[in-house]
């Protein structure tokens, strides 16, 4: 069974980058798109951004200036940083992995990570 | 961007009783070349993260209750409980693949009556 660990700061101050971690156990980290959500308290779903195995990414334009999605397929993880971050980063973030890839766009979300809340406050 | 609208908001069902949720896309998200709709249906309990329900607007995911089906093509789908159990309470999210920025609809939370 796939296992999405993730991890990483929970309290910044504005203007600081964001960092976090998602860990793959039990399934194979090749072949597969790793995305980002995130969820502000209360509020509905936001895709950041994703990554394969080979390093190539999307993100939303939305946040593409502010946002790196990096993998380290040695220890089957992936990562976020977001920089300058505000209160309107306030969310909780949670890494999944993409069952596959279908003529040209990653598909459904089928593993997610437990999520962390990160807050952003002075 | 393509954008999700799901209706209602908020859904109140008796035990027993169906539940239906609509999602709206802005464009279409079926892809002509398989007749495939680039459209997923997700669960959210308080504290949890999203659990995947259907995907391609109708395929259940393994281990879904089979009271959960998805319908529809192009830009209107629905999610139907046929008869709604307790643990079913919880946000229910449509979500498009068709193209990035995947976008998903604002949620509807569904409760007992």
């Known amino acids: 069974q796939v296992q999405l660990q993730q991890w990483g700061a929970g309290l910044l101050k504005p203007s600081e980058t964001l960092s976090l971690t998602c860990a793959v156990y039990?399934?194979?980290?090749?072949?597969?798109?790793w995305s980002w959500i995130r969820q502000p308290p209360g509020k509905g779903l936001e895709w950041i951004g994703e990554v394969n195995h080979g390093g190539s990414t999307n993100y939303n334009p939305s946040l593409k200036s502010r946002v790196t999605i990096s993998v380290d397929t040695s220890k089957n993880q992936f990562s976020l940083k977001l920089i300058s971050v505000t209160a309107a980063d306030t969310a909780v973030y949670y890494c999944a992995r993409h069952e596959g890839y279908s003529y040209g766009s990653a598909t459904h979300l089928d593993f997610w990570g437990q999520g962390n809340l990160v807050t952003v406050s002075s | 961007d393509i954008v999700m609208t799901q209706s209602p908001d908020s859904l109140a069902v008796s035990l027993g009783e169906r539940a239906t949720i609509n999602c709206e896309s802005s464009?279409?998200?079926?892809?002509?070349?398989?007749?495939?709709?680039?459209l997923a249906w997700y669960q959210q309990k308080p504290g949890q993260p999203p659990k995947l329900l259907i995907y391609?607007?109708?395929t259940r995911e393994s281990g879904v209750p089979d009271r959960f089906s998805g319908s529809g093509s192009g830009t209107d789908f629905t999610l139907t409980i046929s008869s709604l159990q307790a643990e079913d309470v919880a946000v229910y999210y449509c979500?498009?693949?068709?193209?990035?920025?995947?976008?998903f609809g604002q949620g509807t939370k569904l409760e007992i009556k």
């Open positions: 039990g399934g194979s980290f090749s072949g597969y798109y």
């Open positions: 464009q279409s998200v079926l892809y002509s070349s398989n007749n495939k709709n680039y």
């Open positions: 391609w607007a109708s």
């Open positions: 979500q498009q693949y068709f193209g990035t920025p995947y976008t």
